[in-house]
């Protein structure tokens, strides 16, 4: 995307005016509002846990949940690290973790900007509307708006796997290996903070045999991934040999997927009783309980009454194996109900809150940004440079099924909105080009028009 001095004016004014109107919602408007919601986005502190681990981080106590309870490998070390420091430079004020989750957003939606000059194709890329929209469809979505709110994971999260596909977009146009092993550090970094995109390389890999087979050799391509993936290692290091000496096993990410397959489970097998997702939520955390205590591992029902912590770290991962196996268990003996979690799931990824009514305002405000979202994915896909925009779609779609095989909610969207804000801002210039006639905004003809 061409970016001239008046855009370089228009971006520095969008980042002086988000940064205004961010502190105006974050300060004044949406404690307001959300203290009607504070059931359902757990707004105005921070949350999952990480506060705690940051701070016996932060107090010297190592990593662990209390000081009587074991090192725990049960949420990645990133976020937790990160809290330290800021707890270690500015104290325990959550002022302070609203400012940097603007920050991460601000800086998120100048990434924006740069994917969509990656992805968009070069006829469209003068048009002020595709310079504006993306990153305005993502800051002032209210999802995100909510999560600067919410001291979770998700901004931190959400600028680094936008970081990595920039990355990986810009390596593959340039085909270096260096390239590849600089998306490797970003990704070791992101996994770090989150594990869903560990597995993504493989992915990478056939798309880049597919997709990218006249520019790169099968050979060229394994030791672009083997080096990207070698990268993220050399990151995740320290974690994987802290774990190990904990342990003596290989673990990589947190020890939570267990967990989560429960809670999942669970959620979707009384979804329609009549009572609302969180209180299935800590239905499915007392339901732990008692698994635990059945298997005679000792525990506190800590991390806000939702996660136990064990007294040896042996016992969370053997907790976690075993609440999976007993899932995969149900689901092999009624596979009607594995079908039956899936497709709720698919709902719930982009809709589900905490409540009923939080759900139908998340539904009021994702279906327009999906909807143009797919009318920008169409055209682009059909454009010469489509299969650019289809890795983003892949690995947007990596993420979704993800969650959809396991636990799925509305937040869990989240960190996907930058790219589905860049596709619904073509998806809006196509709406605007087909009500003008303005012959333009025709992306999947932007190669006519070129060889014209």
């Known amino acids: 995307m061409r970016m001239g001095r008046w855009s370089d004016r228009i971006i520095v004014g969008i980042g002086i ?10 300060f004044l408007i949406i404690p307001t509002v959300a203290s009607r919601f504070g059931v359902s986005y757990n707004n105005g502190h921070i949350t999952d846990g990480y506060d705690l681990l940051a701070n016996s981080l932060a107090t010297g106590k190592g990593y662990r949940f209390y000081p009587d309870t074991a090192s725990t490998l049960m949420r990645e070390p990133g976020y937790p690290v990160v809290l330290a420091g800021l707890i270690l430079v500015f104290g325990t004020s959550f002022t302070v973790v609203k400012i940097f989750n603007m920050i991460l957003t601000i800086l998120t939606a100048w990434v924006v900007i740069k994917i969509a000059g990656e992805i968009v194709p070069e006829p469209l890329a003068g048009d002020r509307l595709l ?156 339901e732990r309980d008692k698994v635990a205590q059945r298997l005679g591992m000792p525990f ?98 990596y993420v979704f099924a993800l969650h959809v095989a396991v636990l799925a909610q509305a937040r869990y969207s989240i960190p996907l909105i930058p790219f589905i804000a860049i596709l619904a801002a073509v998806g809006i210039v196509t709406v605007r080009g087909k009500v003008t006639g303005t012959s333009r905004t025709t992306v999947a003809g932007t190669a006519r028009v070129v060889a014209n």
């Open 17 to 26: 005016v988000a940064i205004a109107v961010n502190a105006i919602l974050q």
């Open 131 to 286: 310079l504006l929209a993306p990153p305005l469809l993502f800051l002032f979505h209210p999802g995100v708006l909510m999560a600067e709110d919410r001291g979770g994971v998700e901004m931190l999260f959400t600028l680094l796997i936008s970081l990595f596909l920039l990355s990986v977009l810009r390596a593959i146009k340039s085909n270096r290996v260096r390239d590849f092993a600089v998306g490797g550090l970003i990704l070791g970094m992101t996994v770090a903070v989150r594990s869903t995109p560990m597995l993504f390389p493989l992915f990478l890999l056939g798309y880049l045999l597919w997709f990218e087979r006249r520019r790169i050799s099968i050979a060229g391509a394994g030791i672009r991934v083997a080096v990207l993936i070698a990268a993220m290692f050399a990151v995740l290091s320290p974690w994987v040999i802290r774990n190990y000496s904990l342990t003596g096993k290989f673990v990589p990410s947190a020890s939570v997927f267990g967990v989560s397959a429960q809670a999942g489970q669970y959620i979707n097998t009384h979804l329609f009783e009549g009572r609302p997702f969180w209180m299935l939520d800590r239905e499915a955390s007392r």
């Open 300 to 397: 506190e029902d800590g991390a806000e009454g939702y996660y136990q912590t064990f007294y040896k770290t042996e016992d969370e991962l053997k907790f976690s194996s075993y609440l999976f196996g007993d899932v995969v268990k149900t689901y092999k003996a009624s596979p009607m109900l594995a079908l039956r979690s899936i497709g709720q799931n698919i709902f719930n990824f982009w809709f589900a809150g905490k409540t009923w009514t939080a759900t139908a305002l998340n539904a009021v405000v994702q279906i327009p940004y999906l909807l143009l979202a797919l009318l920008g994915a169409i055209p682009l896909l059909k454009s010469e440079d489509g299969r650019k925009v289809g890795l983003v779609l892949l690995f947007a779609g």
